[in-house]
């Protein structure tokens, strides 16, 4: 360590704060302190830094898995966040699970400074210290079950655009593939959830005949597939299905394809989640874009600020837009 | 927040020192049955956990393992990826995932000095070669998962050369004869490598010539848009086909769009084929016929080599070659 402040001209006090992280070091030098770092590869111990510090310079990234493409997508954009910040992070796939999701966040203060933890945290696992120096943010993790700093797209916005995209398409007999994503766990009022429900309302659609396929287990292809020959079968006058997201849309145009259904002439398919597959899907994909950069970004602010000691106490939920990307599902053939 | 309980707290509940309880949670062997039973009892009783920073400068072990790869957006790495991380959880390894998007990054990620507090790593990569290791030896223990076969360290060849050579075989074998490339070569560049001498030996062994004007690659090759891209220039190139070979699933389901759009039909026009097999492949229109590379063998055997490397294990570089099967669907189906 005293030969890389040697070599970059500062004070050992000055390699130390640009190592931890610590804020008010001027940018240059900064770059100057990590570039006689690579030249003397040095590493610090940081073993023998999180003894002193109590910290550990890495940030854990909470995630259910990678197999699903959204998912691998948003923590793609975080990871790209947070190295253009400096900050290491570690991908910990938690499968669902409320144990693995619980050691993850008790491993704050021993393995990560913080936690960015996507989707909702499962009732029951601890966040103590989230808003303080164990920082967690939550991810499109719907109503918030704790005080934590959260970040999510509008998806009542998202319902509306959708809502609004039927109504001017001529659709008027639509059926859920899943949940709508303004509908949450604890929505008591069943499938379309409220504000779907005064979205279609307001774009003229009759709501009461809005039939929902529920997805019991993961939403992926194959279960898209199988909800959208249910749906057939159920409402054969169906003329569009709302997906809870693409995979489910993908797997649907998978047996629409195969049962000679044209889409969109008899049905109009919309999806959720902007995957690059639909670009590419036959027909391509209408969507939604949650805008993963944006969480990405508003996300590793959030816990920036909390690591740094900048941050209000209250906890601070942020809101970013999303976008309806309408291509030949729902427009026909021509559109790109 | 009250105080952390500490060994100490653990050995006078237990009654026994902190040396003794320290001992019971190393596994070391020294200890009775019944101190161990007290001391576990303890543990629980007090909520002692275990300091791993502690821990780590005592064994110099972090109990973390680096999984590099180039994106997560190429299915092929994000279920990779996932496959190692859940491989290395079975022998209590934790994982830090790094992403490493250009060449740069990667050598960074597998060699340098940011990848911390590791006992090891596994590079899943799309740069990374013997070269730069310059004649030296990585600073931790290393395998190389997929990617160019490397003298240099531990390495899982996938059954490159196997799975193109059965495919290309397959698609000559129900009639056609024209088979692009859709691959990973710069433009410009000669194609190389056991994917491309699969495929070579297919043909020969058919008595099929083989025609450079079929060979071409997009921009990168990880996204499907490259194979779409790739498509519309031979397209536009006026060569005759009548099946592509892709060098992934990705770049396929670019290749098929591109196809469509331009009028061509698969399978009846042309035969599409990818390599990977993804989740992906299945759920196409229509459904994509795939190398299945035997990702749970390959994860296998990297992990092990790991694990062995860990553990002092200091022979010279090993090779282990996966097996390659073809997942057949109506992409390819005959014309």
Redesign the interface.
Known sequence: MRDVATLAGVSLKTVSRVVNLEPHTRPEVVARVRAAIAELEWSPNASARTLRTGRTGLVGIGVAELRRPYLATLVEAIVAEADRRGIPVAVEPTHGDPDRARSLLAARGRVFDGVVHIGPIAPGVATDGGLADRPVVVVQGGRPVEELDRVDEDVVDAVVLVARHLAVMGRTRPVLLGHDRAWRRDDESGHPSAAMRAALSTARIDTDGVACVEIPGVADRRAGARAAAEALVRNPALDALLCVNDEVALGALATLAAEGVEVPGRVAVIGYDNLDDGRFATPTLTTVDPGPRRLARAALELLADRLAGTAQPEPRAVTTGVVLVRRESTLGEGQR | ?SRRPTLADVGAVAGVSAKTASNVLLGRPEVSPATRAAVLAAVDEVGY?V????R??ASGR?G?VAVVVP???Q?YF??L??RL??ALEEHGL????R?A?DECAEIDAAL???T??VDGVIVCPHHFTAEHLAGGEPRRPLVQLGGGPNDAVDCVVMGEATGSEAMTRHLLETGRRRIALVWNNPPGTAPWGDRFEGYLAALTAHGVPRDDALVVSGSDWD???SG?EAMVGLLRSGTAFDAALCVNDAIA??V??AL?SHGRRVPQDVAVAGFDDT??A????P?LSSVSPEQPEMVRAAVRMLLERIDGHAGPPRRVRTGAHLVLRASTAVA
């Open positions: 927040m956990h300091n791993l920073a502690g780590g400068l972090t973390r994106n997560l957006y299915p994000a279920e990826a996932e991380m859940l934790t994982t830090m995932l992403v998007h340098g000095p940011t911390q507090d996204r499907r848009a779409y389901i670019g098929m769009r469509r989740d992906e299945e759920f196409t229109t459904a």
